[in-house]
């Protein structure tokens, strides 16, 4: 009996050690397996967003000095004096009197050259009969322009000096979203001031324009026609008087020209606007070689895709969907077709017409590019030839009558003769201050359909007529309104 006690003594000191192991493994599984969730949850970063404070101590910031000290001294100060068409009195508005006023104006401008040669917006210098332009250390200069060109809003000027301080281009394809930079230039006459901020979006379209391509924006874009804009949009602070100056990286290398701002106020509240270096040194090249900048089209009429033609079409969000073809275009003749989507120019995606236009621009006609289209849901590749706006691939240069009416001319393409039911015609890009600007009620952007009635298409056949005319002879100028469709007559004498 004592042993079968003993017995179950034994058993019972055995059953309690072993429910003891039990719950000791038991407890310490537990405790593992919590803390292993605690290191689980932490690996996701959105649960501690709430709690957690970066260590400032480990957030470096980019040194901007050495960018600053160089930008400023290649930045300069550009005033402009001009001419303004007025009426002294409402008499005068009723009998179309008018009267000049002089009016001046201020800008910047980036120096691109030990030789002299200076950037700005063609905003700034437009009309202007007088251009003088203040270094950083004071020194003035009159400047002489080389070209203009409306399309970019940008000129290029010219002071006799050598040994210049100048900034050199940088890749502003190669910046990127987020990336620090810099806005250098003369807000209301506050010589070389230094902005600072971030690179906020590339590419951007703003439907800058005339007043006829704004009544287009409900139709598809077309190259030919629109304004060429691909800016880079940034936070450094840009107001009046920073136009024409220097967007640069923190390597103190020349990445945009300043030139817009989106305000309510008319002063800077965010957003600014830099044309792209590789668009700018472009335009430079062509002003400097040419006098005139050598448009390279496509031959494609264009749209941004959304959603709702994505789905209507069937194709991707990706690339720029072709609404149509020129018929005397490369793009057709390379055998691009209208619902084609173009992802790619020379290897660099486009997704935007505006990112379409600035890879395009970087051309001059006769270029060969290799284009990447997406069709049926295949990519093909084409080589298309870029023309001119004539349509055939001869280079351009600067024709004018300036020798009888002070002004320069542009061709107009043949959808704006289409547009405004006319069979020929010359635009006036810039009056100058010649004989057209002494004409009651005469303006920039008129276009001239015929001389003495004979048609003209060009700066030279506005030459030839007038050269063919005697003596104290007569020059009729039949001239079209542009913005309302309005025929003008307007007589000259030899």
């Known amino acids: 009996m004592k042993t079968k006690k003993i017995k179950n003594l034994a058993l019972m000191l055995f059953v309690a050690i072993c429910g003891g192991i039990v719950a000791v493994f038991a407890y310490t599984r537990i405790v593992d397996n919590r803390e292993n969730s605690s290191h689980e949850a932490s690996s996701y970063p959105y649960h501690l967003t709430a709690f957690e404070t970066p260590n400032i101590r480990d957030v470096s910031y980019p040194d901007l000095t050495f960018a600053a000290e160089k ?28 009267q000049q006023i002089p009016r001046e104006g201020f800008g910047s401008g980036v120096i691109i050259s030990a030789d002299g040669y200076i950037v700005t917006n063609n905003h700034v210098v437009r009309r202007s009969e007088e251009i003088e332009v203040v270094l950083n250390d004071n020194r003035a200069y009159t400047a002489k322009v080389i070209g203009t060109d409306p399309t970019t809003d940008l000129a290029l000027l010219k002071i006799d000096e050598n040994n210049l301080p100048f900034l050199t281009f940088g890749d502003s394809e190669a910046t990127r979203v987020g990336e620090w930079v810099l806005a250098v230039g003369n807000p209301y006459n506050l010589m070389s001031t230094v902005t600072a901020g971030i690179v906020s979006a590339k590419g951007r379209y703003l439907g800058l324009g005339s007043r006829q391509q704004r009544q287009r924006s409900q139709q598809p874009q077309q190259q030919q026609q629109i304004n ?18 220097a967007l640069v990286n923190i390597r103190g290398e020349l990445i945009g020209i300043n030139s ?5 106020t008319g002063d800077f509240s965010g957003n600014a606007f830099a044309i792209p270096a590789t668009i700018v040194q472009k335009v430079v090249a062509d002003l400097k070689e040419f006098g005139v900048v050598q448009r390279a089209l496509l031959g494609v009429n264009t749209q941004p895709i959304d959603d709702k033609l994505a789905k209507e079409k069937g194709i991707n969000l990706e690339g720029v969907y072709v609404a149509s073809v020129d018929e005397n275009g490369g793009a057709k003749t390379a055998g691009i077709k209208e619902g084609d989507v173009i992802t790619s120019i020379n290897n660099v995606s486009v997704n935007s017409v505006s990112e379409l236009q600035e890879q395009v621009s970087k051309y001059r006609p006769n270029d060969q590019v290799d284009v990447t289209v997406n069709r049926d849901k295949k990519t093909q590749h084409f080589k298309v030839t870029l023309r001119n706006i004539e349509g055939n691939t001869q280079i351009l240069r600067e024709n004018s009558s300036e020798n009888y009416f002070g002004a320069i001319f542009e061709e107009i393409s043949q959808k704006d003769k289409q547009d405004l039911n006319i069979r020929s015609g ?7 201050q010649g004989r057209l600007r002494r004409l009651q009620g005469f303006r920039d952007g008129y276009i001239i359909i015929s001389v003495n009635d004979r048609a003209v298409n060009s700066a030279g056949d506005i030459q030839k007529i007038v050269d063919g005319v005697e003596a104290r002879g007569r020059i009729l100028l039949n001239v079209v309104n542009p913005n309302n469709g309005e025929v003008l007559y307007y007589v000259l004498g030899k």
């Open 71 to 98: 930008a400023v001294h290649c930045v300069v100060h550009v005033k402009v004096k001009s001419m303004e068409e007025t009426y002294g009195n409402i008499w005068d508005y009723f009998y179309g009197r008018t």
């Open 228 to 245: 060429i804009e691909s800016f880079i949009q940034t936070d450094a602070a840009v107001n009046q008087g920073n136009s024409g100056g």
């Open 260 to 264: 817009v701002i989106i305000s309510q």
């Open 426 to 432: 010359v635009r006036v890009k810039e009056m100058g």
